[in-house]
Antibody, heavy 121, light 108 residues
Framework: QAQLVESGGGVVQPGRSLRLSCADS????????MHWVRQAPGKGLEWVAL????????YYADSVKGRFTISRDNSKNTLYLQMRSLKAEDTAVYYC??????????????WGPGTLVTVSS | SSELTQDPAVSVALGQTVRITCRGD??????ASWYQQKPGQAPILVLY???NRPSGIPDRFSGSISGNTASLTITGAQAEDEADYYC???????????FGGGTKLTVL
């Protein structure tokens, strides 16, 4: 059974940086693309970023492009999200999720419990 | 990027059938996936691909597609089905992902 656990959330001032981690176990991490998805308080889900299985390809939502960087360390079974120039509107629970891998869908079949990032002065 | 549109709220009487819809141009090229989210919890995948359920998801959940509209149908809704439901798909590029705004399902 796949398990994903995020960490690194907290309170950060606007303009500062923060790095989130997602430790993964129970599956062959290096075989799967991985995502970050966020949810602002009381709002819906927003896709943030995607990395291919080997980290060679990355994609971002327009709202975070140029400020956030998704990466992975397959030797450590860990996914990362480096967030820079944080804004109040980046306040959200951040989830990491596994891509199911089917080319005809966007299914995310396992999710972590999430970590809360609050951007506030 | 593409958009997916969902009705904000839907209600259903206990034991009855309810359909939750998701509309978007990308659904002409890619299947929608559906997620259930209860308060304070992470989303759970309940349907994917044409009409497939992950292990452990009851068979009262089913999916369909017509043109640019995907539907999640719950046949015989239970109290525990009360939750927010989100659809997602790929955008027109095939790389970025997009979520619908979510539908709050109330079971009366």
């Amino acid at each position: 059974q796949a398990q994903l656990v995020e960490s690194g959330g907290g309170v950060v001032q606007p303009g500062r940086s923060l790095r989130l981690s997602c430790a993964d176990s129970g599956f062959t991490f290096s075989s799967y693309a991985m995502h970050w998805v966020r949810q602002a308080p009381g709002k819906g889900l927003e896709w943030v970023a995607l990395t291919s299985f080997d980290g060679g390809q990355t994609y971002y939502a327009d709202s975070v492009k140029g400020r956030f960087t998704i990466s992975r360390d397959n030797s450590k079974n860990t996914l990362y999200l480096q967030m820079r120039s944080l804004k109040a509107e980046d306040t959200a629970v951040y989830y990491c999720a596994r891509d199911q891998g089917l080319p005809t869908t966007a299914a995310l079949d396992y999710w972590g419990p999430g970590t809360l990032v609050t951007v506030s002065s | 990027s593409s958009e997916l549109t969902q009705d904000p709220a839907v209600s259903v009487a206990l034991g009855q059938t309810v359909r939750i819809t998701c509309r978007g141009d990308s659904l002409r090229s890619y299947y929608a996936s559906w997620y259930q989210q209860k308060p304070g919890q992470a989303p759970i995948l309940v349907l994917y691909d044409k009409n497939n359920r992950p292990s452990g998801i009851p068979d009262r959940f089913s999916g369909s597609i017509s043109g640019n509209t995907a539907s999640l149908t719950i046949t015989g809704a239970q109290a525990e089905d009360e939750a927010d439901y989100y659809c997602n798909s790929r955008d027109s590029s095939g790389y970025q992902r997009v979520f619908g705004g979510g539908t709050k399902l109330t079971v009366l």
